[in-house]
């Protein structure tokens, strides 16, 4: 169990005094889960039974042969839920039963989180609130519903941006008023020490089964991995197990209407040091430190903030980060739709976008894995909107 | 000597610390704002900061800091609000404010600042003693008081721990959640300042949820050496936004009447 609060110079525990015992008990008591071989054992039963791991890694013959590489999709978009935003949701409500809390929290920007945590409440029967931007609500129609359906009870947030940020917000407020029966399911590898660990933990099963699987495939590691980043979940959760192999790992971020625009959510990109959300991370924000508002056609990128994890491997030059526009995340959409009958979440679009970008410098026997975090049903509305389903 | 420990050395009855947004509805306005709650009585100003996301704060002060960012009251503002208010007195003045307000800036050239600008303590919302190696060693040397906040939720361990790191004041947030009225002061509250009481001799400030003569009386009878009234003198800012003078008054009014409460002779 990792002592320090920190990646490097990131991360820490910048929160209020009230939470911070609740935060000491969560470390104390992940700690102890992490080692408990009935907790694991119960979290891995439910994983396999019941949220159908593992999912496959899928050769995509078809865009193989487009881009002259060999192209491997990590389907979390199979994991019931439709994103990889379960892994995290089972580990945590397991583990907020484990520590006898009687309620759940979340913060949800796409809905995929505050559906992945409803989804964890009902089968677990613990009560979930979940916080939602306005905006967000409003173009996400089909999650909020799905929430409700699943029992979850969708609060909207008119603060601020109404979008993931604010929702955090406000899911720190319950929390500070209610931290004595309530967890709070956090979903990103962001926040306070120890959820950047934490939940990091809870989906570093997504790069422990991709790197299996492609041994099994290949008979070797592949050379370039790629993955969407907003808070970093997903990203976290598959960069993980590669960290000490030879292997390319790119981070994509929401480029929104263009880096030069102001209009984005590329904090690894284009931020600079600061401190949100309880950690020390790059952050969007003007020259006093004010948090910026951000912009990504995919609302579970627009955020200002990305992990201290994440931040410290992008100082250190162990990631590539890059960034994609609106645009060209709605053309990979349709692209990998038309292309191999998978529809993307607009999320996961921006790291297909990347990889039809950087395919030009890949020989025919090299292996690109692409992240696939979740289905793009939920984005359909949204895409037709924008132009991105053919008339 | 500190100006937070010259008034708690010179004084035996409790303070009334009063908390404005600084720059709230603008920084003009807000100068005479602080100046108001001096006159009326109040021993100690306490300044916000206004932060593009307070998550400490209940919904009317946010909308004190939103009317506050809107009026262009950036940190530079606010540390030109407190010298326009130390022009004319020698109130101590604390400044709350977020982390990474004082990151940005850089934390040394923050105090600094600060410390030119008049101010005798600071408070961050988000910034447990674990963390606060750096603030303190700015605060020591601006000489400015570096004021930590203990919960409800505080364990003894980590009481004793802040209690070694504070000076100033100590914060005693009364009730689990964010800032905000209400209706009277919970058993927790008054069991929190008893357990702390005889931990340490450093001046207790009671806040959150602290607006009625009633609250400031309970406390200061359960051994507080001082309640910190916030949002109920922004609610009154908010009412008044069209009628300055009006607000004056009304905080005037509403000033002395706390002020009683709290067992202190008008000045």
Not at chain 1, 181 to 190: I, R
Not at chain 1, 360 to 369: A, F, S, Y
Not at chain 2, 28 to 39: D, G, I, K, M, Y
Not at chain 2, 195 to 203: A, N
Request: charged residues 20%; contains cysteine.
């Amino acid at each position: 169990m990792q002592k320090s609060t920190r990646f490097g110079p990131f991360g820490g525990r910048y929160v209020p005094e009230t939470l911070m015992e609740a935060l000491l008990d969560l470390e104390k008591a992940f700690g102890r889960a992490d080692i408990d071989v009935a907790f694991q054992r119960t979290l891995s039963t439910i994983l396999t039974e019941y949220a159908g791991r593992p999912t496959p890694l899928t050769c995509c013959a078809n865009t193989s042969r487009d881009l002259g590489c060999r192209v491997y999709l990590k389907r979390e978009d199979l994991l019931h839920g439709g994103a990889h935003k379960l892994n995290n949701t089972l580990g945590q409500a397991l583990l907020a039963r484990y520590m006898g809390k009687s309620r759940l929290i979340a913060e949800t920007g796409a809905g995929q989180h505050g559906v992945a945590t409803a989804i964890a409440g009902a089968v677990l029967g613990l009560p979930v609130d979940v916080y939602m931007g306005a905006t967000d609500i409003a173009r996400q129609g089909l999650n909020v519903d799905r929430m409700k359906l699943l029992g979850a009870r969708v609060i909207p947030v008119h603060s601020g941006s109404r979008t993931l940020k604010d929702a955090v917000n406000e899911a720190l407020r319950d929390w500070v008023a209610s931290v004595g029966d309530t967890h709070y399911v956090l979903g990103s590898v962001v926040g306070p020490h120890p959820y950047p660990l934490m939940v990091r933990t809870f989906q570093s099963v997504i790069g422990e089964e991709t790197r299996e699987q492609c041994l099994q495939k290949e008979g070797r590691l592949p050379d370039v991995i790629l993955a969407c980043v907003g808070g970093g979940s997903n990203a976290m959760g598959m960069f993980h197990r590669f960290i000490d192999d030879p292997v390319r790992l790119i981070g994509v971020e929401a480029g929104g209407e263009g880096l030069d625009t102001g209009r984005h959510g590329a904090s690894l990109c284009a931020g600079t040091e600061g401190v949100l959300h309880g950690a020390l991370s790059y952050l969007l924000q003007d020259a006093a430190g004010q948090i910026a508002d951000t912009h990504s056609i995919a609302a579970g990128l627009d955020y200002p903030g990305v992990g201290p994890e994440l931040s410290h491997l992008k100082q250190s030059g162990r990631i590539e980060v890059a960034a994609v526009t609106d645009r060209e995340a709605l053309d990979a959409f349709g692209y990998l739709s038309r292309n191999e009958g998978i529809i993307p979440a607009l999320e996961s679009s921006h790291a297909i976008a990347h990889a039809l970008r950087i395919a030009d410098h890949l020989g025919p026997d090299d292996i690109m894995v692409i992240n696939l975090s979740g289905r793009g049903d939920k984005d359909v509305g949204e895409a037709a909107q924008r132009g991105g389903v053919p008339g | 000597m500190n100006r937070i420990d010259r008034w708690f050395g010179e004084h035996t009855t409790p303070a009334f610390i009063g908390f404005a947004v600084a720059g709230d509805p603008d920084p003009e306005t807000s100068v005479r704002v602080a100046n108001t709650l001096v006159s009326a009585g109040v021993d100690i100003l306490e300044l916000g900061m206004p932060f593009s996301d307070p998550v400490a704060d209940g919904p009317t002060i946010q909308r004190a800091g939103q009317r506050a960012l809107a009026a262009g009251t950036t940190p530079d503002e606010v540390f030109a609000v407190a010298r326009a208010i130390r022009v004319s007195c020698e109130v101590p003045i604390v400044l709350l404010t977020y982390f990474n307000l004082v990151w940005n800036r850089g934390i040394e050239v923050f105090y600094r600042d600060a410390r030119d600008a008049g101010i005798d303590g600071i408070p961050i919302v988000h910034m447990p003693v674990e963390e606060s190696d750096g603030v303190r060693e700015a605060a020591s040397a601006a000489g400015i008081a570096p004021i930590f906040l203990v919960a409800p939720t505080t364990s003894v361990v980590r009481q004793e721990a802040i209690i070694a790191r504070a000076s100033g004041f100590l914060y005693l947030v009364s009730v689990l959640g964010v800032t905000g009225v209400r209706d009277r002061v919970a058993e927790e509250t008054v069991s929190l300042i008893r357990r702390v009481r005889c931990r340490t001799g450093l001046p207790l400030a009671v806040g959150f949820g602290i607006s009625k003569p009633g609250h400031a009386a309970a406390c200061c009878g359960a051994g507080a050496d001082a309640v910190i009234v916030g949002s109920a003198i922004v609610e009154i800012i908010e009412r008044h936004l069209d009628d300055e003078d009006a607000m004056m008054d009304a905080l005037s009014a509403y000033i002395f009447s706390m002020r009683a409460a709290t067992g202190a002779k008008p000045g």
